[in-house]
């Protein structure tokens, strides 16, 4: 079936790097993403990666996918308190010529100075 | 480019009623789809649109109903409301929703129901 799992909580000093993981279970997920919500705000997408690729890297963000494990993780360099928020990864699920995105739970990242 | 542009961006209802919420994709894009975000159930597939026609349905029951227009702007509506349709509902548009596409997400219509 298709399931999507993270940790629920994150904390972290300003200015450490921050990892967030995920693991999905869909083998045929093409793209993996990474999302923000802050309070009160809908979905931010920060990232994304192909599932042929084991790395993606976007200035602060570091994206490293093992599709053997099915495994995602989401590294954040020189956190911020800015960057406190909700992160949500989500696979996309092939479905009737279109198709949906399965989230994870959502991992809350506090970033305390 | 505007994003994706959801109204109203509040709303308070009671027990049975019905109500509408409205999103404005982004220009060009094609595909609309409707996730629900509660706090117990986190965020759900509901329904996607395209070209006017739904193409993927979530495990919702029919109270939960949608349309596309041929401009591409979707309606989503609950009919006889229940005190666990309170979520925050989250619209989002793609060119096609094909699989290599973003997903660009508005803000939300945060829904309560007393």
């Known amino acids: 079936g298709e399931d999507v799992e993270q940790s629920l909580f994150l904390s972290v000093r300003e200015g450490d790097s921050s990892v967030i993981n995920c693991t999905y279970t869909d083998s045929s997920s093409t793209y993996l993403y990474w999302y923000k919500q802050e309070p009160g705000a809908g979905l931010q997408l920060l990232t994304y990666?192909?599932?042929?690729?084991d790395m993606k890297q976007d200035q602060r963000l570091t994206v490293l996918l093992n599709k053997k494990d099915k495994h995602l993780s989401l590294r954040i360099a020189d956190t911020q308190t800015g960057d406190s928020a909700i992160y949500f990864c989500?696979?996309?699920?092939?479905?009737?010529?279109?198709?949906?995105?399965?989230f994870g739970q959502g991992t809350e990242l506090s970033v305390k100075p | 480019k505007a994003g994706v542009t959801q109204t109203p961006r509040y709303l308070i209802k009671t027990r049975g009623q019905q109500v509408t919420l409205s999103c404005s994709p982004i220009s060009g894009h094609r595909s609309v789809s409707w996730y629900q975000q509660t706090p117990g159930q986190g965020l759900q597939f509901l329904f996607e649109?395209?070209?006017?026609?739904?193409?993927n349905k979530g495990n919702f029951p029919g109270r939960f109903s949608g349309r596309q227009f041929s401009n591409s702007r979707s309606e989503m509506n609950v009919s006889t409301l229940e005190l666990g349709d309170s979520a925050l509902y989250l619209c989002a548009s793609s060119l096609a929703m094909s699989t290599n596409e973003k997903l660009f997400f508005g803000s939300g219509t945060q829904l309560s129901v007393l």
């Open positions: 990666i192909f599932s042929n690729m």
């Open positions: 989500a696979e996309f699920s092939i479905y009737n010529q279109g198709g949906k995105l399965i």
């Open positions: 649109y395209f070209s006017e026609t739904q193409r």
